[in-house]
């Protein structure tokens, strides 16, 4: 018998899934272009109906969302490393040939 998931569970986890969103696009304007594009990023995202609507009803794709962000945080950090050597395949990273 599956475990039953009530409205305060989907709520929960979406909001979790909301905050970890907006963390990671500080992170990614951080990275990305400094401070600025840190807050303009995080501005943008926290005021975002789509990302309020995710968080406040509890919707699926909150996690989604999330996850995808932590992974452009992840692979454009390896796009940029400095130095000859990047990590993973060069064609993931169009950056990378420039």
């Known amino acids: ?9 989907r709520q929960v986890l979406a909001a ?9 696009a500080w ?10 594009a840190a ?8 005021l975002s109906l789509w990302e309020v609507e995710f968080g406040r009803f509890g919707r699926m794709y909150a996690p989604f969302q999330a996850q995808f962000l ?15 050597t990047v990590a993973g395949p060069t064609w993931l990273c169009p950056a990378s040939r420039y």
């Not at 018998?1 to 569970?9: K, L, T, Y």
């Not at 992170?27 to 600025?36: I, P, S, V, W």
């Not at 932590?70 to 000859?84: A, D, E, I, K, P």
Request: with cysteine.
């Open 27 to 36: 992170k990614l304007g951080l990275r990305a272009g400094g401070t600025g």
């Open 39 to 46: 807050v303009i990023a995080t501005v943008l995202v926290s």
């Open 16 to 24: 979790l899934a909301s905050t970890l969103t907006i963390l990671a």
């Open 70 to 84: 932590w992974y452009l945080y992840f692979r454009f950090g390896t796009c940029l490393m400095v130095g000859s």
């Open 1 to 9: 018998m599956a475990w039953p998931v009530s409205r305060i569970h």
